[in-house]
């Protein structure tokens, strides 16, 4: 009767190794290459002529971008406490309530990928010249081959570089040519098609990050087709985002920095017209009639208000010069760190990289099978 510790009867599990359990994977590798090595020479040819096929005709893509800052006076989480924050992962100036603007912390990130932004931009005309690639015919010829350039926006030119316009016209629910630079008489159609292009861009094409969160600085990309159109969509972007901003930011300054300089011209006009007035009232005293006995009266009554328009007239300047600082002092600063010029970046697939990419595939490929059907 064998001891109730005796450990001989039970069976004895290997060790789990990993060095083991790769090698022996990369033998059944070999094994399965070597019995069908012309299968998988063949395997790899063909994926290596779709690699490179598919570098060819892939279309060249054109990166822009653009990395600016937003500098505003009131941000108070700046400084020696917000560096410390920003080392362990914390937003102090947001905690301090400096983060509360259009522009400032994260919000750029979901302003910039507005809608109705993307909407303006892309209704901005697009430039048609010899180094656009943009004939007058292409362009904007509709069906009746009439060619509406001044109109041409940079959603038409979108919809001309991605075929959409044909696909418009092929549509059983559509069935023609929509052009977003002039009226059309189905507007809700227009702009159905509208959001589909701002859809595609921003699911596809256009990126907006924050490179570094201890860091004020933002990074807004974009790659299409067409090199030009790249640039256009970044640059009038960054500009209506930085007009709203401001706008929002110190438009209640200046529409009250425009009421106060209409009521100091008024005043102003108001203060000549009585100069005139008291110095006539003081030119008539000295011939005046002895038994005339107001008119020291009228005298003294125009030099008054001429003092009283006076006295307004300085506190209204004083207040709108008042205002004007603060509008200075308000006005935030958006600052254009980098930006791309032409020629703009090319994302393209080389000829070696479809290759190298269409043999490396096709052998995982052919590998994964056999291998799986050796299993079996």
Known sequence: MNAPNDMSNYPYEQPFSFASWLNGWIVKIKKVINANFKLVLIVVLIGAALGLVYSIFKPVRYNAEITFSVEDSKSI???L?????????????????????????????SLLKSKSMMAECLKAPYPI???TGVTKTNAAADSNKKSTVANYTIADRYADVYGLREKWAGNEKIG???????????VRLQDSLLKLIIKRIEEKEL???KPDKKLSFFNIAINTKDELMSLLITQRIIKIATDFYVDAKVGRLKNNINRLEKRTDSISNLLNQQTYSATEDARLLLNVNPADINAPVYSEISQRDKMVLTTIYAELMKNLEVSKAALIQETPTVQIVDQTGFPLERI?????????????LSLLAITALLLFREQD
């Open 77 to 79: 989480g700046g400084g």
């Open 129 to 131: 010249g010899n180094n």
């Open 207 to 209: 990126s907006v990050v």
């Open 348 to 360: 393209e697939t080389k000829w070696y990289e479809g290759i190298l990419l269409g043999a490396i």
């Open 176 to 186: 023609r040519a929509i052009y977003f630079g002039r009226p059309d008489q189905n």
């Open 81 to 109: 406490l917000s560096s410390l924050g920003g080392s362990i992962g914390m937003d102090i100036g947001s905690l301090a309530g400096s983060g509360n603007g259009v522009l400032s912390g994260d919000n750029v990130l």
